[in-house]
């Protein structure tokens, strides 16, 4: 039997997850003895290439692209799960959520202390190659829909390992009080 | 140092548990506690800043800004968006010139949505700087607000007074009593201060056993046995004991208690006495909600003629050695100030958050000592019980709830108003009695209680079947069930005191959803969402709103499904209905990017 597929990504998050998916040390091996990996930055393949069995998604979606690669995970991964903090409720980055989109930029490119003197023209990025920020950030069950959830900022490394191990071998997950505390 | 600030402090003997009123009584000279006001209070009562403001910024009728001259509290409760609330929202805001939640330029208007002030059966209701404007119309809104500009004062503008006691000299005021059916307990005829010959003759226990005895459950909704609370509290060590009355009846469409302190205000002060001498309190103290602020005088008056007549004060009704007192405590706008641990902190000048429990009430209440919460009704039960005995009480109602109740009825119903009724009648029999018009549902208890169809209304109102505070709101055919729900829904977010999360969070997120039903967006995935989260808030908060604050929700969905169905998207498991033309506009014109067609 072919071995499960894994893709990952990161929206608007800040790789901490991913960080904390290496940080399952020499387990790696064994990872790798257990699944493949598809899409993902972890073996930098960019585009989808078949049909994924399960999706780590770090972050939530505070730009277009991030809606477009979302819905590209939904379409191409059967188990779609949304990892840490930003993902399942918009994190870090969703205190902008309260502030207008206006401000935010002003504050970013116009009046900030590193780029007030920096911007003479007051530019604010409008390359229609750039993605375009959406009017909050959202975490990724208010896109599509979401498997599982596994919290934590970043989630333990050995939170993730222990839900990659149930969803691959369908045993019931091990979730012992020490892998999701938080204080 | 301001002396007026200064003078206010010291008449509440420097005490930080009267910081409500410390607060009202600013309110009431400048119509705003000030940052400068909150600095001086902190000093005066050697307690921190941040301890004053967060009493102050916890209760809907107090404010750090100024507001406006004329503040109109324009009642959403359900019922007044029955009777055309919005027409009326629309007329206060144009004749303004400003929106609600805000003051006017000029500083004359600031208007505010405000949850039920206990006038559903005669909405829309509004407060105006202190005064209840019942019934308006679009036409008295601007006569209201032309009159204001020309300089009227709020009680010029009123032009009629309700019936009863409302309109004594003390009262004055437009709001009416709709006593639609007296019942044998609690407005049967009764002259002030019978009870008290009989009390002389009688020890507190021998109080507490003929309370027990009648087997009178709490009125204000919960039905805990009010003999055995009693005796609880006596059990307490602490010889130190409160009695608390609660009259802050701020569930959405019950206003029993309005009426009882308008027409037989003695009759609950006599409980109150009654209840005081069984517990061995040292002082009784009403509870009042700021929307019955107009009942302040009448009130009082009453305590003092009860003073002279010797039934407050030392050796009350003539029994040797029983010193008591009873003094008025305003709320100021907070639903949660109903839960009886809260309403305690309230009372001693907090934040009204609720209490972990136990220690109960009755072991570590007000200022940490042995208290009794009371309902109004209750109260005024407690004396005809008194007066007659238990076994006459129990001779009335069902079985297991004994005597009468006070309902509110309100909504479409030809009769609105309160109605006193022996437990054990049907709900159809109810909607008769109130001339319901083509009723499609009733919501029991307000919207904490259940909202049931017609499969259900064969029920009986009693606790064996149906158990009620007495708030029953009638929904006609023609109204959509879930509209009421997300008004009850929003009244839950307003009202959360913040305390537990999922009552601060879950209450939004519960309600965005059904909005997403509501605005033909919904699939079946919602729906089950609804249900399995809505089901969460039982056990994840502390309180009683917390607890049943998606009880809209869920009794909704039990009850009337077809409605829900009926609005959702067919054939279709899974959509966030998530709208990325929409979520990138603010930014696209932000940077001045237009290209999505």
Same mark, same amino acid.
């Given at each position: 039997?072919?071995?499960?597929?894994?893709?990952?990504?990161?929206?608007?998050?800040?790789?901490?997850?991913?960080?904390?998916?290496?940080?399952?040390?020499?387990?790696?091996?064994?990872?790798?003895?257990?699944?493949?990996?598809?899409?993902?930055?972890?073996?930098?393949?960019?585009?989808?290439?078949?049909?994924?069995?399960?999706?780590?998604?770090?972050?939530?979606?505070?730009?277009?692209?991030?809606?477009?690669?979302?819905?590209?995970?939904?379409?191409?991964?059967?188990?779609?799960?949304?990892?840490?903090?930003?993902?399942?409720?918009?994190?870090?980055?969703?205190?902008?959520?309260?502030?207008?989109?206006?401000?935010?930029?002003?504050?970013?490119?116009?009046?900030?202390?590193?780029?007030?003197?920096?911007?003479?023209?007051?530019?604010?990025?409008?390359?229609?190659?750039?993605?375009?920020?959406?009017?909050?950030?959202?975490?990724?069950?208010?896109?599509?829909?979401?498997?599982?959830?596994?919290?934590?900022?970043?989630?333990?490394?050995?939170?993730?390992?222990?839900?990659?191990?149930?969803?691959?071998?369908?045993?019931?997950?091990?979730?012992?009080?020490?892998?999701?505390?938080?204080? | 140092?301001?002396?007026?600030?200064?003078?206010?402090?010291?008449?509440?003997?420097?005490?930080?548990?009267?910081?409500?009123?410390?607060?009202?009584?600013?309110?009431?000279?400048?119509?705003?506690?000030?940052?400068?006001?909150?600095?001086?209070?902190?000093?005066?009562?050697?307690?921190?800043?941040?301890?004053?403001?967060?009493?102050?910024?916890?209760?809907?009728?107090?404010?750090?800004?100024?507001?406006?001259?004329?503040? $109109?509290?324009?009642?959403?409760?359900?019922?007044?968006?029955?009777?055309?609330?919005?027409?009326?929202?629309?007329?206060?805001?144009?004749?303004?010139?400003?929106?609600?939640?805000?003051?006017?330029?000029?500083?004359?208007?600031?208007?505010?949505?405000?949850?039920?002030?206990?006038?559903?059966?005669?909405?829309?209701?509004?407060?105006?700087?202190?005064?209840?404007?019942?019934?308006?119309?679009?036409?008295?809104?601007?006569?209201?607000?032309?009159?204001?500009?020309?300089?009227?004062?709020?009680?010029?503008?009123?032009?009629?007074?309700?019936?009863?006691?409302?309109?004594?000299?003390? $009262?004055?005021?437009?709001?009416?009593?709709?006593?639609?059916?007296?019942?044998?307990?609690?407005?049967?005829?009764?002259?002030?201060?019978?009870?008290?010959?009989?009390?002389?003759?009688?020890?507190?226990?021998?109080?507490?056993?003929?309370?027990?005895?009648?087997?009178?459950?709490?009125?204000?909704?919960?039905?805990?046995?009010?003999?055995?609370?009693?005796?609880?509290?006596?059990?307490?060590?602490?010889?130190?004991?409160?009695?608390?009355?609660?009259?802050?009846?701020?569930?959405?469409?019950?206003?029993?208690?309005?009426?009882?302190?308008?027409?037989?205000?003695?009759?609950?002060?006599?409980?109150?006495?009654?209840?005081?001498?069984?517990?061995?309190?040292?002082?009784?103290?009403?509870?009042?909600?700021?929307?019955?602020?107009?009942?302040?005088?009448?009130?009082?008056? $009453?305590?003092?003629?009860?003073?002279?007549?010797?039934?407050?004060?030392?050796?009350?009704?003539?029994?040797?050695?029983?010193?008591?007192?009873?003094?008025?405590?305003?709320?100021?706008?907070?639903?949660?100030?109903?839960?009886?641990?809260?309403?305690?902190?309230?009372?001693?000048?907090?934040?009204?958050?609720?209490?972990?429990?136990?220690?109960?009430?009755?072991?570590?209440?007000?200022?940490?000592?042995?208290?009794?919460?009371?309902?109004?009704?209750?109260?005024?039960?407690?004396?005809?019980?008194?007066?007659?005995?238990?076994?006459?009480?129990?001779?009335?109602?069902?079985?297991?709830?004994?005597?009468?109740?006070?309902?509110?009825?309100?909504?479409?119903?030809?009769?609105?108003?309160?109605?006193?009724?022996?437990?054990?009648?049907?709900?159809?029999?109810?909607?008769?009695?109130?001339?319901?018009?083509?009723?499609?549902?009733?919501?029991?208890?307000?919207?904490?209680?259940?909202?049931?169809?017609?499969?259900?209304?064969?029920?009986?109102?009693?606790?064996?079947?149906?158990?009620?505070?007495?708030?029953?709101?009638?929904?006609?055919?023609?109204?959509?069930?879930?509209?009421?729900?997300?008004?009850?829904?929003?009244?839950?977010?307003?009202?959360?005191?913040?305390?537990?999360?999922?009552?601060?969070?879950?209450?939004?997120?519960?309600?965005?959803?059904?909005?997403?039903?509501?605005?033909?967006?919904?699939?079946?995935?919602?729906?089950?969402?609804?249900?399995?989260?809505?089901?969460?808030?039982?056990?994840?908060?502390?309180?009683?709103?917390?607890?049943?604050?998606?009880?809209?929700?869920?009794?909704?969905?039990?009850?009337?499904?077809?409605?829900?169905?009926?609005?959702?998207?067919?054939?279709?498991?899974?959509?966030?209905?998530?709208?990325?033309?929409?979520?990138?506009?603010?930014?696209?014109?932000?940077?001045?990017?237009?290209?999505?067609?």
């Amino acid at each position: 039997m072919s071995k499960p597929i894994v893709a990952t990504t990161s929206l608007a998050g800040c790789f901490g997850c991913h960080m904390s998916l290496l940080d399952i040390d020499d387990r790696i091996l064994e990872l790798v003895e257990l699944v493949d990996f598809n899409k993902s930055p972890i073996d930098d393949i960019k585009e989808f290439t078949q049909m994924c069995d399960i999706g780590l998604i770090e972050g939530g979606c505070c730009n277009s692209e991030n809606i477009h690669v979302l819905k590209d995970f939904r379409k191409n991964c059967k188990i779609l799960v949304s990892l840490g903090e930003c993902a399942i409720m918009g994190g870090l980055p969703a205190m902008r959520n309260n502030i207008p989109i206006k401000e935010c930029l002003e504050e970013a490119y116009l009046n900030g202390p590193s780029t007030k003197d920096a911007n003479p023209e007051g530019i604010l990025p409008n390359d229609e190659e750039l993605p375009i920020i959406l009017d909050k950030v959202y975490p990724c069950h208010e896109i599509v829909k979401i498997d599982y959830y596994l919290p934590g900022c970043p989630p333990t490394a050995d939170l993730i390992w222990n839900a990659l191990v149930a969803l691959v071998t369908g045993d019931e997950m091990k979730l012992p009080y020490e892998v999701i505390k938080f204080d | 140092m301001s002396s007026q600030v200064q003078s206010i402090v010291d008449k509440f003997g420097n005490d930080a548990t009267r910081l409500m009123d410390i607060f009202i009584d600013i309110s009431k000279d400048k119509g705003h506690v000030g940052e400068e006001d909150i600095a001086e209070i902190a000093d005066q009562l050697n307690i921190s800043r941040v301890d004053v403001e967060q009493t102050l910024s916890f209760y809907h009728f107090f404010s750090k800004e100024p507001r406006g001259k004329y503040n $109109i509290y324009l009642n959403n409760s359900v019922v007044a968006e029955f009777m055309g609330r919005e027409e009326v929202a629309d007329a206060v805001e144009k004749a303004t010139g400003t929106q609600f939640g805000s003051v006017s330029e000029d500083g004359l208007f600031g208007l505010y949505d405000t949850s039920c002030i206990g006038m559903n059966d005669q909405e829309p209701a509004a407060i105006i700087n202190g005064v209840v404007f019942p019934k308006i119309t679009t036409y008295r809104v601007r006569e209201l607000i032309k009159s204001f500009r020309a300089g009227k004062t709020v009680t010029e503008m009123v032009n009629s007074f309700g019936g009863g006691q409302n309109q004594s000299a003390l $009262i004055k005021s437009m709001v009416t009593n709709n006593l639609n059916r007296r019942g044998a307990v609690i407005f049967s005829d009764h002259t002030a201060g019978d009870s008290f010959i009989k009390l002389g003759s009688m020890k507190p226990k021998e109080v507490i056993e003929e309370v027990k005895n009648s087997n009178i459950r709490g009125r204000g909704g919960a039905g805990f046995p009010t003999g055995l609370k009693w005796e609880f509290c006596t059990r307490a060590g602490n010889k130190e004991r409160y009695l608390l009355c609660n009259a802050d009846e701020g569930e959405p469409g019950t206003f029993k208690d309005r009426v009882i302190l308008t027409e037989i205000p003695h009759l609950l002060f006599e409980g109150m006495v009654i209840a005081g001498y069984a517990i061995g309190a040292k002082e009784g103290i009403l509870y009042l909600r700021l929307e019955y602020e107009y009942l302040q005088n009448h009130l009082e008056t $009453i305590l003092d003629d009860f003073r002279k007549k010797g039934w407050l004060g030392k050796n009350v009704a003539g029994i040797d050695g029983f010193n008591y007192d009873i003094r008025i405590q305003f709320g100021a706008g907070a639903y949660v100030c109903g839960e009886e641990t809260a309403l305690i902190e309230s009372c001693e000048g907090k934040r009204g958050e609720p209490r972990n429990r136990p220690p109960f009430p009755v072991s570590v209440g007000y200022l940490d000592k042995p208290t009794v919460v009371n309902n109004v009704e209750t109260l005024c039960s407690v004396v005809k019980i008194i007066q007659n005995g238990g076994e006459w009480y129990k001779s009335m109602g069902t079985k297991e709830t004994s005597g009468t109740k006070l309902l509110s009825i309100s909504g479409d119903v030809r009769y609105p108003g309160v109605f006193e009724i022996e437990w054990g009648m049907t709900i159809r029999e109810m909607l008769e009695m109130a001339g319901a018009i083509d009723p499609k549902a009733v919501q029991v208890g307000g919207p904490s209680g259940r909202l049931i169809g017609e499969n259900e209304f064969d029920r009986t109102i009693c606790y064996e079947d149906l158990p009620t505070g007495g708030a029953m709101i009638i929904i006609g055919q023609n109204r959509s069930i879930l509209d009421v729900i997300k008004n009850f829904t929003e009244f839950f977010i307003e009202e959360s005191c913040g305390s537990c999360a999922p009552c601060r969070y879950l209450t939004v997120i519960l309600r965005n959803r059904l909005q997403k039903i509501i605005d033909g967006k919904g699939v079946a995935k919602d729906l089950e969402y609804l249900a399995h989260w809505g089901k969460q808030m039982k056990m994840a908060n502390r309180c009683g709103l917390g607890q049943t604050a998606a009880n809209p929700i869920l009794s909704g969905l039990e009850n009337f499904i077809q409605d829900f169905e009926a609005k959702i998207e067919k054939g279709k498991d899974f959509d966030t209905k998530f709208d990325l033309d929409k979520a990138i506009q603010e930014s696209s014109r932000a940077v001045g990017r237009f290209p999505q067609a």
